[in-house]
């Protein structure tokens, strides 16, 4: 039955109509086949709204690709050259020590203690913007969480834009199953380059420690917690991957949803208040990061369709956020809606670490610049997604201020 579904790259933002709208066409996987077979890259995508969620919350499942059979999209695509994989593709235990080495400071209450700084960076930006249209993404979105990161990991501001250039260079190979070579060589120069940047920056630290998220990576490994230095470095590497296109993503995708939506945006100026709602409904309704990964760790059967022990499933977040039978009109963007639960930020032991600190950034971002600019709107020089697989964003986004 599956095989008249869209297989492969056609399921990936590679391909220009999944790009452009793949809601569509994952409401047709959804309904003709909930558990889809992508035979191209061997990989099963499930669509349903409960799969996904129990999916993504099953502790017995495995994340770490390197588990996979041999030719599964996992691992032959998520890992490369032997490298060591980041806590996000990592089981227990090593998972659980990694991660509780560095989360105290994406608590609530410690993210919170940042927002004075978010609202001062953010204000900056909007100062540096002096043309009567201009690139949300290039000079607003893109900027934004990338200045975030770097002040919390306490980096030169001269740094900055140098930084910023690496990090977005790296993400563009690090979840793309088909990079260009041309890419691939740029991303990795990038990952060398920034690796060796970490690795000045942690040896600088260490002779006067400061209230900087590196040096509270030293100080968990000189309270014998023993995170290396090439842990520090993968750390430092995760929080740029994970953590600046995904918010750029959004702050793009929220801003676009409310303008495309009058009405919504008329309201949100009424009511401000209603601007975590907004937040959470502009995830729900077009998640930056599509889909997640995990491997089986047993043969069982999901929605009639056999799975093996070691094959990949690829739950599609995009599609479960708009999955009918859990939400009514879900291709309607409200920003009052009652329930605006989703499954953006994944689930279960590897929930996403940045969850609150993306969240008050895109809060703080959409309410300053609604501020700013009372008459925003679309420019006639429109907009463009992005292709880079399992990411949903603008590569460009103009407006009018
Ligand atoms: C809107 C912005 C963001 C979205 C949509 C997002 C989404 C996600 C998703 C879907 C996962 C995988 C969860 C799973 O498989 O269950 C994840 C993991 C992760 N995210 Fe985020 N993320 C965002 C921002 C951030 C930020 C700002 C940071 C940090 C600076 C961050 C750090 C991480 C880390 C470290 C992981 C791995 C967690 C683990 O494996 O235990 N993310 N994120």
């Known amino acids: 039955m599956s095989d008249s579904l869209p297989q492969g790259v056609e399921l990936t933002s590679l391909d220009e109509t999944f790009r452009n709208d793949p809601y569509t066409l994952l409401e047709r996987l959804r309904e003709a086949a909930p558990v889809h077979e992508d035979t191209q890259l061997k990989r099963f995508i499930c669509t349903r709204h409960d799969d996904v969620k129990n999916l993504l919350r099953d502790k017995d499942l495995f994340t770490d690709p390197r588990k996979a059979n041999a030719g599964s999209f996992a691992r032959e695509f998520l890992i490369r050259d032997n490298e060591e994989p980041s806590m996000l593709f990592m089981d227990e235990p090593d998972h659980r020590r990694l991660r509780s080495l560095v989360t105290k400071p994406f608590t609530p209450a410690a993210v919170e203690s940042w927002r004075p700084r978010i609202r001062a960076v953010i204000r900056r930006i909007l100062d540096d913007i002096d043309s009567a249209e201009f690139d949300l993404i290039e000079h607003f979105a893109g900027p934004v969480p990338a200045i975030v990161i770097a002040e919390m990991l306490g980096i030169d501001p001269h740094m900055h834009?140098?930084?910023k250039r690496w990090s977005s260079l790296a993400v563009k190979v690090s979840f793309n199953p088909f990079p260009s070579e041309e890419d691939l060589q740029a991303g990795r120069a990038a990952m060398n380059q920034l690796e060796s940047f970490f690795r000045t920056e942690i040896e600088s630290r260490r002779a006067a420690l400061g209230s900087d998220l590196i040096s509270d990576m030293?100080?968990?490994?000189?309270?014998?917690?023993?995170?290396?230095?090439?842990?520090?470095?993968?750390?430092?590497?995760?929080?740029?991957?994970?953590?600046?296109?995904?918010?750029?993503?959004?702050?793009?995708?929220?801003?676009?949803?409310?303008?495309?939506?009058?009405?919504q945006l008329t309201r949100l100026r009424e009511r401000p208040d209603l601007i975590q709602n907004t937040v959470e409904e502009a995830l729900r309704f077009d998640s930056p990061v599509t889909n997640s990964g995990r491997i089986a760790n047993r043969d069982f059967e999901l929605a009639g369709c056999p799975i093996k022990k070691g094959e990949s499933l690829m739950t599609s977040l995009a599609a479960a956020n708009r999955d009918p039978a859990v939400y009514p009109h879900p291709n309607k963007f409200d920003i009052e809606r009652e329930d605006t639960h989703h499954q953006s930020f994944g689930g279960g032991r590897h929930l996403c670490l940045g969850a609150h600190l993306a969240r008050l950034e895109v809060q703080e971002a959409i309410l300053a610049?609604?501020?700013?600019?009372?008459?925003?709107?679309?420019?006639?020089?429109?907009?463009?997604?992005?292709?880079?697989?399992?990411?949903?964003?603008?590569?460009?986004?103009?407006?009018s201020r």
């Open 369 to 399: 610049l609604l501020d700013r600019y009372p008459n925003l709107s679309h420019s006639e020089k429109g907009y463009a997604y992005a292709s880079i697989p399992s990411f949903r964003g603008l590569s460009f986004f103009w407006v």
């Open 161 to 163: 834009g140098q930084f």
């Open 218 to 263: 030293i100080r968990a490994e000189e309270a014998g917690e023993k995170l290396s230095v090439e842990e520090i470095v993968g750390q430092c590497n995760l929080l740029l991957v994970a953590g600046n296109v995904t918010t750029s993503d959004l702050i793009g995708n929220s801003i676009k949803a409310l303008l495309d939506n009058p009405d």
